[in-house]
């Protein structure tokens, strides 16, 4: 073992201390659970891969190990750098095959599986569909409408609106008043209201056996309750890790828990310091707590050596995270040092702000830094509006994350919505998509036909019986045909997509002006069916992981060779740059003026901070305009309010930062600067007066 342990020696003592523990024997038993706690730019993804890879190279079955991550292409990733450590150290050409971790994806995808696995012991179909967040709120209107809510005399919750009141409740495990007083004040007095229409949701989704993201964890945290099944789940896994878990919700800690109660063979990895999605009723509750819930309590490997950031960025990265109340203890340094400390650059307003990041950018530009290593963050989309204009007057290009999901397009919809049709002839959402794609079908004729076959025992067979709708003609004859073709056993997969995309081109081409290229999307969308074994598969995955974009898929969205990155905070996790500039780092914008109600709103916001200014390889700028021009105020009020440098960094801190008011570059005097900006010398008219 000695000599193969070699491919540990490029990892630091706190990396392979992690990836050892219960494997080498010599610090601690295999039954004691383990919580990393990796910090910004630790090497958290090679340690875990390592530590894959290290059990597997000691005789861990790799079939035997389950791995969730927080996307499947991070499961993806993950397990390739275990095929490659593997395949190094045995000396096996053939080697591990990546798909040998079999049970390695996200914690929906693995609860998928799951649940058709044991579907017949909870009562569910196993050919159930999975309906995206826009089906999900789709049939909650539908829900909200045949309860007569959306007739009501006063304005009743919108559709998203309820789908996120149900999806909190569910996911943090709370009661529904707890929410509503919390997250949805403005819903309270719909509360009997809302319990029905939720009721109603969940009978029409069995009623058409679908289930939506939500339920995905929801039946996994119920079948777990049933201790043979727990133990039963729990026994097919020696090694159950988990990824970012500090970004975990009550359901996901309850599922784990019930996976392995005494941790045996357990492994958490996350920073609760990055802990920053509590609107999705993630809670950083579940890491802090995690080492106290077994006996003996988990081993804590803390992992403190960064790779990305210079020392002075992280001491002021450090200094702002330290004043968090409740955190674990720990000290991010790094071998880079720099002179070079961050900048608090105060400017008059944000039409300032944006010159002075425009300016740098092509500064930073001129000396090699190209515009796809700067970046510039925002705590919510409308800060950067301003910075959009001034960018564009400029003729710096840049893309935005994220913009139009590739999902929510309306032709692929179009197309994902038959396969799942095809798939659960109960899914009524998908149905009525459909159908009412072909000229002379309207809601009402759909309806008649959804309705006939829900009552039938073979829906299939029962639309093919029905009687077509009066207008549709030989185009409903041709929708049947495609239904039974792409049903039939004999077609099989992914030339079923194929089938779908020819019967669904007339349509394109009739309701879509720019047919040609959507119908590129489509194609493009059948090269990514022929990566999944199954429809099944294929629909389930593709549904709970979608790529972000069309320009995921078809390339840079750009005609640029080189564009600047404008991102929220929130989508910067996990990203880095070697310039990074931070929008409106002031009271109101961060923390939000909206997440200040309870003081866990607030430490999130510190630690949205605290990820904004670790993503900074080389120069961090923290933008602290002095005030905003707002635009609801009465016409004879002032039209600006004033704001001040973030709580976040209080005068004990300041130490650690470049002070910088802008403009410095500028020739002009002081007097000269007050001079222009004076409208009226009204003190000139008074001395005037007496001469």
């Keep these: 073992m000695a000599a193969t342990a070699a491919y540990l020696d490029a990892l630091n003592p706190e990396q392979r201390r992690a990836t050892e523990h219960g494997v080498s024997g010599d610090r601690a038993s295999a039954t004691t659970p383990l919580l990393i706690i990796a910090g910004a730019g630790s090497g958290k993804t090679n340690t875990l891969a390592h530590?894959?890879?290290?059990?597997?190279?000691?005789?861990?079955?790799?079939?035997?190990?389950?791995?969730?991550?927080?996307?499947?292409?991070?499961?993806?990733?993950?397990?390739?750098?275990?095929?490659?450590?593997?395949?190094?150290?045995?000396n096996d050409k053939g080697g591990l095959s990546a798909d040998a971790l079999m049970w390695a994806g996200t914690f929906h995808g693995i609860g998928a599986r799951i649940l058709r696995d044991y579907a017949e012991q909870m009562g569910l179909d196993p050919a159930f569909t999975i309906h995206d967040r826009e089906d999900s709120?789709?049939?909650?209107?539908?829900?909200?409408?045949?309860?007569?809510?959306?007739?009501?005399?006063?304005?009743?919750?919108?559709?998203?609106?309820?789908?996120?009141?149900?999806?909190?409740?569910?996911?943090?495990?709370?009661?529904?008043?707890?929410?509503?007083?919390r997250s949805f004040p403005w819903c309270a007095g719909w509360h009997d209201e809302l319990r029905q229409l939720f009721a109603g949701y969940v009978e029409a989704k069995q009623a058409q056996n679908v289930l939506d993201y939500d339920d995905l964890l929801l039946y996994w945290s119920q079948l777990v309750t049933d201790p043979i099944l727990a133990e039963d789940i729990g026994s097919r896994f020696d090694?159950?890790?988990?990824?970012?878990?500090?970004?975990?919700?009550?359901?996901?800690?309850?599922?784990?828990?019930?996976?392995?109660?005494?941790?045996?063979?357990?492994?958490?990895?996350?920073?609760?310091?990055?802990?920053?999605?509590?609107?999705?009723?993630?809670?950083?509750?579940?890491?802090?707590?995690?080492?106290?819930?077994?006996?003996?309590?988990?081993?804590?490997?803390?992992?403190e050596q960064n790779y990305r950031s210079t020392q002075s960025i992280l001491s002021a990265a450090n200094a702002v995270i330290e004043l968090a109340p409740e955190r674990f203890t720990k000290n991010l340094w790094t071998d880079r040092t720099s002179a070079e400390r961050p900048q608090l650059v105060t400017v008059r307003d944000e039409m300032d702000q944006a010159r002075f990041?425009?300016?740098?950018?092509?500064?930073?530009?001129?000396?090699?830094?190209a515009l796809k290593q700067q970046a510039i963050l925002f705590r919510t989309s409308s800060h950067s509006g301003p910075l959009e204009v001034e960018l564009t007057r400029r003729n710096i290009p840049f893309v935005k994350f994220g913009g139009l999901k590739f999902l929510d397009a309306a032709h692929v919809k179009d197309l994902l919505a038959t396969l799942r049709f095809v798939q659960n002839?109960?899914?009524?959402?998908?149905?009525?998509?459909?159908?009412?794609?072909?000229?002379?079908?309207?809601?009402?004729?759909?309806?008649?036909?959804?309705?006939?076959?829900?009552?039938?025992?073979?829906?299939?067979?029962?639309?093919?019986?029905?009687?077509?709708?009066?207008?549709?003609?030989?185009?409903?004859?041709?929708?049947?045909?495609?239904?039974?073709?792409?049903?039939?056993?004999?077609?099989?997969?992914?030339?079923?997509?194929?089938?779908?995309?020819?019967?669904?081109?007339?349509?394109?081409?009739?309701?879509?002006?720019?047919?040609?290229?959507?119908?590129?999307?489509?194609?493009?969308?059948?090269?990514?069916?022929?990566g999944y074994p199954s429809r099944e598969r294929f629909l389930t995955e593709l549904t709970l992981d979608p790529p972000d974009a069309t320009s995921d898929q078809a390339g840079v969205p750009t005609l640029d060779e080189d564009y600047l990155i404008l991102s929220t905070l929130h989508?910067?996790?996990?990203?880095?740059?070697?310039?990074t500039f931070i929008l409106n780092v002031v009271d109101g914008c961060i923390p939000s003026d909206l997440g200040v109600g309870h003081v866990d709103e607030i430490e999130e916001e510190r630690r949205l901070l605290y990820v904004g200014m670790t993503r900074a390889r080389d120069r961090l700028h923290?933008?602290?305009?002095?005030?905003?021009?707002?635009?609801?105020?009465?016409?004879?009020?002032?039209?600006?309010?004033?704001?001040?440098?973030?709580?976040?960094?209080?005068?004990?801190?300041?130490?650690?930062?470049?002070?910088?008011?802008?403009?410095?570059?500028?020739?002009?005097?002081?007097?000269?600067?007050a001079a222009r900006n004076v409208r009226i010398d009204v003190g000139a008219r008074m001395r005037s007066m007496w001469r």
């Design 571 to 579: 989508s910067a996790k996990g990203q880095e740059w070697k310039t």
């Design 622 to 673: 923290l933008m602290i305009p002095q005030r905003f021009f707002t635009h609801g105020q009465a016409a004879q009020g002032d039209r600006h309010v004033y704001a001040s440098r973030t709580r976040f960094i209080p005068k004990t801190l300041l130490g650690h930062f470049e002070q910088v008011t802008w403009p410095l570059a500028s020739r002009e005097t002081q007097a000269e600067a």
């Design 425 to 530: 002839p109960l899914d009524r959402v998908a149905g009525f998509r459909v159908m009412q794609l072909i000229p002379g079908v309207g809601p009402a004729s759909a309806q008649r036909a959804l309705d006939a076959a829900g009552a039938h025992p073979s829906p299939m067979e029962a639309l093919a019986e029905a009687p077509p709708p009066a207008r549709a003609g030989d185009q409903w004859t041709a929708f049947i045909a495609m239904l039974r073709e792409v049903s039939a056993d004999d077609v099989g997969w992914p030339a079923e997509i194929e089938a779908v995309r020819r019967w669904y081109e007339p349509h394109l081409e009739r309701i879509h002006e720019d047919a040609s290229t959507r119908l590129a999307d489509l194609i493009q969308l059948e090269q990514i069916a022929s």
């Design 239 to 303: 090694h159950v890790m988990v990824d970012e878990y500090q970004d975990t919700n009550r359901l996901q800690s309850t599922i784990l828990l019930a996976l392995k109660p005494d941790g045996k063979g357990l492994t958490v990895v996350g920073d609760d310091a990055q802990s920053i999605y509590a609107f999705r009723a993630a809670t950083v509750r579940n890491i802090l707590d995690f080492p106290g819930q077994f006996s003996p309590p988990a081993e804590v490997v803390t992992l």
């Design 357 to 369: 990041i425009a300016d740098r950018v092509l500064e930073n530009r001129e000396e090699g830094v």
């Design 137 to 181: 709120a789709d049939l909650m209107n539908l829900a909200r409408h045949d309860l007569g809510f959306s007739k009501t005399e006063s304005r009743f919750p919108a559709k998203g609106t309820c789908l996120s009141i149900y999806s909190r409740a569910v996911n943090a495990e709370m009661p529904l008043e707890n929410v509503l007083r």
């Design 51 to 90: 530590r894959v890879a290290h059990l597997i190279v000691n005789g861990a079955d790799p079939r035997r190990i389950l791995l969730m991550t927080f996307s499947r292409r991070a499961a993806s990733e993950m397990a390739r750098r275990v095929e490659r450590i593997c395949n190094r150290v045995l």
